[in-house]
């Protein structure tokens, strides 16, 4: 059965529209027969449905003012319709802030008012309800109790004096987790902390703390937080999935400096070690408030992630909230949106024997201007040297790099230690001053735009490690040290595939068994989209027309090179594929050839490599095709200044089978695009400083329309971009020097998604 009753929280009631026990004396008259159906009511639904649901003892009780009585045992004493009739609510705890009154998700209730939730509560455990009228006691039982309140206003009330707490706002959240609890188990499902839950936020009624509280149901308990608990800022907000991290005070620095003391410094983390807590993490937190009552233990947590709900009231923006501090006097949580207008963008180019960091200074919605420029070249070619540049002008050039930096997360070490200790650059005094940190990621799977690295992308993009194997663990390395060393900026992941989402399906599919190929995700990615999409625009301009009007066939030739054919401003076709592996040679790699050739290298292909690690799997077909070839193979080394300088044999040998492939690729390119090239455009490292590469290229495409003009071939680039042709010929031939930091910091800026 269940009891209801109504009843307002003046003492008027309405004697038609009370259920009546059946074994009640039905002669009781109500106190009042003026009911004003204006005023507050309170309907309650007891006992549990278990004992009397649609029994002949179904009561309905209706329910008129109440009081909290704050001796032993805690009890709501509530006044009912009938004189002589009480209902009390006997609390689970003696102090208040361990009562926590249940109101269900938006979601249950799809077509309503999000707000009406709150007009039925519960709790999530059986209390004990003693029910009185002048015949004496006719119930007193542990039941599941349930309120439907008749206004919102009387329900918040209510709470607030059952918790010596008021409720100051609730949010409709679909997930919320921590770093102990994530948000999705292996294979994918929604897991966190709870789900489907209505977060509530709370204002102490005897000190100025606040709190939010919401039932962890995957943990079947309440979650209470302390907001001083957590900084002042949100980190990972993420306004279209809206997603937004509350970081426990100080865990982050604690763990920073655990790492620069040494623990783990060199070692390649896991995203489970870096969003995983740490011993001796855990945040500061606040001493307890003035209230009677606790705010036991610290924090178990480094940060609580929270998704809204799509239909919540704050619609896509996720609500921003600015704590109050403790020492504010009665301060209120406030709902705002940030606004920061410019901060400083470092944008990082991980590629396979360099890393290039690059420092904006960016305006929300302009194009960046670059402050500082570093680089360090050659990993593959022992010792690294280090370039930086400030204002345009040279500061450091070819200086070897001490030590033993092999790996691109030590080479970002090194470039960021240089842009702090310079100086010169006040704009990055220190890690706090960078606000956004962009990441070029090789291998974006099906991302088809840049996104900020939550928890979610990062493992998502663990997952893709293994199909660039020279690029994306080592990324993430560097995305690794910018979470843990530089925890103000965000970080956000652009991808070198996105640019060529627009491959044709006759181009992008291989031709295997369709569902093999649609299950396992094989087809073309194709990669340097970053350094396309800027040598697309770049080359637009000096031809004077616009980005979407442009044919070219783009060469990007560096430690890894590939071809690009581009029309309208669109990459309809490139030589790379599911990997960087194929397509051209590159320093360490074989490019495209026979697919069997490997079965008859070794006998052991199929075996992982010992060169494995946790974060890449690669077996040792994939480490010869992709460490032990290309012309380091042939020559002995990855320098490919040296080799287009050699007349020796092997050097020579190398050189034409790399200008051989080059052209294999343009003359391809040329017929697909019918012939309509408005250039062909150099970039990379190689396509850049080799003019010998470039005028034996060129000097095979003559009988497509294309020419040299050896003069402006053997100069130094000094601008941007520059025409090299020769006059009066088809087809013009372009160098460019491009820059896939900048192209990543203008799409950061422009973007407001990820502005702070
Ligand atoms: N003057 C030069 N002539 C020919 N090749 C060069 C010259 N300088 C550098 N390179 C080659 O450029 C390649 C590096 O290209 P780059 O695009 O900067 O690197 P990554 O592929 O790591 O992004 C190396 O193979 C290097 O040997
Ligand atoms: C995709 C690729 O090969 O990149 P990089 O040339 O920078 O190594
Ligand atoms: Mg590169």
Redesign the pocket.
Not at 14 to 38: A, K, Y
Not at 270 to 278: K, L, N, Q, T, V
Not at 525 to 553: C, Q
Not at 640 to 662: G, H, K, N
């Given at each position: 059965m269940a009891a209801s009753g109504r009843s307002g929280s003046s003492s008027s009631f309405n004697s038609s529209s009370r259920g009546v026990p059946p074994q009640f004396d039905q002669n009781i008259s109500p106190t009042d027969l003026t009911f004003t159906p204006t005023s507050a009511q309170y309907l309650t639904r007891w006992p549990s449905r278990k004992l009397y649901e649609r029994t002949p003892n179904e009561t309905t009780v209706f329910l008129g003012p109440w009081e909290v009585i704050n001796t032993e045992p805690r009890r709501v004493v509530w006044q009912c319709s009938y004189a002589g009739e009480v209902l009390e609510h006997f609390l689970p705890s003696d102090h208040p802030t361990e009562v926590f009154p249940y109101t269900l998700h938006a979601q249950h209730r799809r077509f309503g008012d999000p707000r009406e939730m709150e007009l039925y509560l519960n709790f999530r455990e059986p209390h004990r309800i003693r029910y009185a009228t002048l015949n004496g006691v006719f119930h007193d039982e542990f039941i599941e109790v349930q309120y439907e309140f008749t206004t919102i206003e009387s329900s918040i009330q209510f709470q607030g004096d059952i918790r010596s707490r008021d409720l100051i706002d609730w949010f409709d959240v679909d997930v919320v987790w921590s770093d102990n609890h994530r948000r999705t188990d292996s294979y994918g499902n929604i897991r966190g902390l709870g789900t489907i839950q209505r977060m509530k936020l709370w204002r102490d009624r005897y000190s100025t703390f606040h709190y939010i509280t919401f039932y962890a149901n995957h943990r079947r308990r309440w979650k209470e937080y302390l907001v001083h608990d957590f900084e002042n800022e949100f980190r990972q907000r993420d306004d279209r999935h809206r997603r937004v991290q509350l970081n426990a005070r100080g865990a982050r620095r604690g763990s920073a400096s655990e790492s620069s003391h040494g623990q783990s410094r060199d070692r390649r983390f896991s995203a489970s070690s870096i969003f995983r807590p740490r011993q001796n993490s855990s945040a500061s937190h606040a001493s307890s408030s003035s209230s009677s009552h606790s705010y036991q233990s610290g924090l178990d947590i480094r940060y609580l992630g929270i998704q809204f709900t799509r239909n919540d009231r704050f619609g896509n923006l996720a609500p921003v909230l600015e704590p109050a501090s403790p020492a504010d006097s009665g301060g209120t949580p406030q709902l705002c949106s940030g606004n920061k207008m410019k901060t400083i963008i470092l944008s990082v180019?991980a590629?396979?024997?360099?890393v290039k960091v690059s420092v904006y200074s960016a305006e929300r919605g302009a194009s960046p201007s670059q402050l500082a420029e570093c680089q360090v070249?050659g990993l593959t070619?022992l010792p690294p040297t280090l370039d930086y540049s400030r204002d345009g002008k040279s500061v450091i050039k070819g200086q070897k790099v001490k030590g033993n930096a092999t790996s691109q997360r030590d080479a970002f070490g090194i470039l960021l230690k240089t842009l702090i200790e310079d100086d010169e650059l006040p704009q990055v005094g220190g890690k706090d001053d960078i606000g956004i940190i962009c990441h070029r990621i090789v291998h974006g799977g099906d991302y088809s735009r840049p996104q900020l690295i939550t928890e979610d992308t990062y493992y998502h993009l663990e997952e893709l490690n293994d199909l660039a194997p020279l690029h994306n663990a080592n990324s993430l390395g560097i995305v690794q040290a910018c979470i843990q060393d530089l925890p103000e900026a965000r970080n956000v992941a652009c991808f070198d595939s996105h640019f060529h989402s627009t491959i044709p399906p006759h181009i992008r599919t291989y031709p295997i068994n369709p569902e093999i190929a649609k299950s396992n995700k094989l087809r073309k990615y194709g990669f340097h989209g970053i350094s396309y999409a800027f040598i697309t625009r770049e080359s637009a301009a000096l031809l004077g027309k616009k980005p979407d009007e442009v044919n070219l066939i783009a060469l990007h030739l560096?430690?890894?090179a590939s071809a690009c054919a581009i029309k309208g401003g669109k990459s309809w076709d490139t030589s790379m594929g599911l990997t960087p592996l194929a397509g051209l040679p590159g320093?360490t790699r074989s490019g495209s050839v026979d697919p069997s050739l490997v079965f008859h290298y070794a006998s052991d292909v199929g075996k992982l490599s010992p060169a494995s690690t946790k974060e890449l799997h690669i077996s040792r077909a994939e480490e010869i095709l992709n460490k032990e070839s290309g012309w380091k193979a042939l020559t002995g080394t990855?320098?490919?200044?040296s080799i287009?300088a050699s007349d020796e044999p092997a050097m020579r040998l190398a050189f034409d089978l790399v200008v051989d492939r080059i052209c294999g690729f343009v003359g391809s390119y040329y017929v697909s695009l019918h012939g309509r090239v408005d250039a062909l455009v150099f970039a990379?490292?190689?396509g850049e400083?080799?003019d010998r590469?470039r005028r034996a290229v060129v000097e095979q495409l003559e009988c497509l329309g294309f020419g040299l003009d050896d003069g402006a071939n053997g100069r130094k680039l000094e601008g941007v971009i520059e025409d090299i042709s020769r006059v009066n010929v088809k087809h013009k031939v372009l160098v460019c020097a491009t820059d896939e930091q900048f192209e990543m910091a203008r799409a950061c800026a422009e973007d407001e998604e990820f502005w702070p």
């Amino acid at each position: 059965m269940a009891a209801s009753g109504r009843s307002g929280s003046s003492s008027s009631f309405n004697s038609s529209s009370r259920g009546v026990p059946p074994q009640f004396d039905q002669n009781i008259s109500p106190t009042d027969l003026t009911f004003t159906p204006t005023s507050a009511q309170y309907l309650t639904r007891w006992p549990s449905r278990k004992l009397y649901e649609r029994t002949p003892n179904e009561t309905t009780v209706f329910l008129g003012p109440w009081e909290v009585i704050n001796t032993e045992p805690r009890r709501v004493v509530w006044q009912c319709s009938y004189a002589g009739e009480v209902l009390e609510h006997f609390l689970p705890s003696d102090h208040p802030t361990e009562v926590f009154p249940y109101t269900l998700h938006a979601q249950h209730r799809r077509f309503g008012d999000p707000r009406e939730m709150e007009l039925y509560l519960n709790f999530r455990e059986p209390h004990r309800i003693r029910y009185a009228t002048l015949n004496g006691v006719f119930h007193d039982e542990f039941i599941e109790v349930q309120y439907e309140f008749t206004t919102i206003e009387s329900s918040i009330q209510f709470q607030g004096d059952i918790r010596s707490r008021d409720l100051i706002d609730w949010f409709d959240v679909d997930v919320v987790w921590s770093d102990n609890h994530r948000r999705t188990d292996s294979y994918g499902n929604i897991r966190g902390l709870g789900t489907i839950q209505r977060m509530k936020l709370w204002r102490d009624r005897y000190s100025t703390f606040h709190y939010i509280t919401f039932y962890a149901n995957h943990r079947r308990r309440w979650k209470e937080y302390l907001v001083h608990d957590f900084e002042n800022e949100f980190r990972q907000r993420d306004d279209r999935h809206r997603r937004v991290q509350l970081n426990a005070r100080g865990a982050r620095r604690g763990s920073a400096s655990e790492s620069s003391h040494g623990q783990s410094r060199d070692r390649r983390f896991s995203a489970s070690s870096i969003f995983r807590p740490r011993q001796n993490s855990s945040a500061s937190h606040a001493s307890s408030s003035s209230s009677s009552h606790s705010y036991q233990s610290g924090l178990d947590i480094r940060y609580l992630g929270i998704q809204f709900t799509r239909n919540d009231r704050f619609g896509n923006l996720a609500p921003v909230l600015e704590p109050a501090s403790p020492a504010d006097s009665g301060g209120t949580p406030q709902l705002c949106s940030g606004n920061k207008m410019k901060t400083i963008i470092l944008s990082v180019n991980a590629g396979s024997s360099s890393v290039k960091v690059s420092v904006y200074s960016a305006e929300r919605g302009a194009s960046p201007s670059q402050l500082a420029e570093c680089q360090v070249n050659g990993l593959t070619a022992l010792p690294p040297t280090l370039d930086y540049s400030r204002d345009g002008k040279s500061v450091i050039k070819g200086q070897k790099v001490k030590g033993n930096a092999t790996s691109q997360r030590d080479a970002f070490g090194i470039l960021l230690k240089t842009l702090i200790e310079d100086d010169e650059l006040p704009q990055v005094g220190g890690k706090d001053d960078i606000g956004i940190i962009c990441h070029r990621i090789v291998h974006g799977g099906d991302y088809s735009r840049p996104q900020l690295i939550t928890e979610d992308t990062y493992y998502h993009l663990e997952e893709l490690n293994d199909l660039a194997p020279l690029h994306n663990a080592n990324s993430l390395g560097i995305v690794q040290a910018c979470i843990q060393d530089l925890p103000e900026a965000r970080n956000v992941a652009c991808f070198d595939s996105h640019f060529h989402s627009t491959i044709p399906p006759h181009i992008r599919t291989y031709p295997i068994n369709p569902e093999i190929a649609k299950s396992n995700k094989l087809r073309k990615y194709g990669f340097h989209g970053i350094s396309y999409a800027f040598i697309t625009r770049e080359s637009a301009a000096l031809l004077g027309k616009k980005p979407d009007e442009v044919n070219l066939i783009a060469l990007h030739l560096g430690s890894g090179a590939s071809a690009c054919a581009i029309k309208g401003g669109k990459s309809w076709d490139t030589s790379m594929g599911l990997t960087p592996l194929a397509g051209l040679p590159g320093a360490t790699r074989s490019g495209s050839v026979d697919p069997s050739l490997v079965f008859h290298y070794a006998s052991d292909v199929g075996k992982l490599s010992p060169a494995s690690t946790k974060e890449l799997h690669i077996s040792r077909a994939e480490e010869i095709l992709n460490k032990e070839s290309g012309w380091k193979a042939l020559t002995g080394t990855t320098n490919f200044a040296s080799i287009a300088a050699s007349d020796e044999p092997a050097m020579r040998l190398a050189f034409d089978l790399v200008v051989d492939r080059i052209c294999g690729f343009v003359g391809s390119y040329y017929v697909s695009l019918h012939g309509r090239v408005d250039a062909l455009v150099f970039a990379g490292g190689i396509g850049e400083k080799s003019d010998r590469l470039r005028r034996a290229v060129v000097e095979q495409l003559e009988c497509l329309g294309f020419g040299l003009d050896d003069g402006a071939n053997g100069r130094k680039l000094e601008g941007v971009i520059e025409d090299i042709s020769r006059v009066n010929v088809k087809h013009k031939v372009l160098v460019c020097a491009t820059d896939e930091q900048f192209e990543m910091a203008r799409a950061c800026a422009e973007d407001e998604e990820f502005w702070p």
